[in-house]
């Protein structure tokens, strides 16, 4: 009897593991016909994933036209926007169809984002932003040669 019931704990550890290992590392992925990693979500999370890019987007177009003004003010708070408070509207159920690297990525970004915000009200140096904002715009550059977001077919 205690060989079946450890063969069980066993068998029921390994699902387990495996279903953490799907949700946080792996995430709902396939290859893409492009060479890229495509991640595979309904339409809303779709919606969801896309406005997020949009909305880095247009804080970076809001934070370069601060640092062309020379508006150190403006930099600090369109980068805001897009710093990790902002990731808190994306559901979990969402966050466990991203693969790690994904989710790694985004998360620098957010930070990346804050740390303008705060270096450009604590300098006001808007050439240091300028360089903060070109590293920050690698996550974008990286995560758009690496992956590419389809609509699952479910």
Known sequence: MGGKCFGIIVLLLLVIAGGIYKFIFQGSVSGGTDGRT????????RDVVLAEMRAFLASVQQVTAGIAENDPGRVAQHARKSGKAAQAAVPGTLMGKLPMEFKQLGLDTHTRFDQLAMDAEDMGDVSHALSQLSTLMQNCVACHEAYRIDVSGK
Do not use: K
């Open 38 to 45: 495509a991640i595979q979500l309904d339409a809303g999370e």
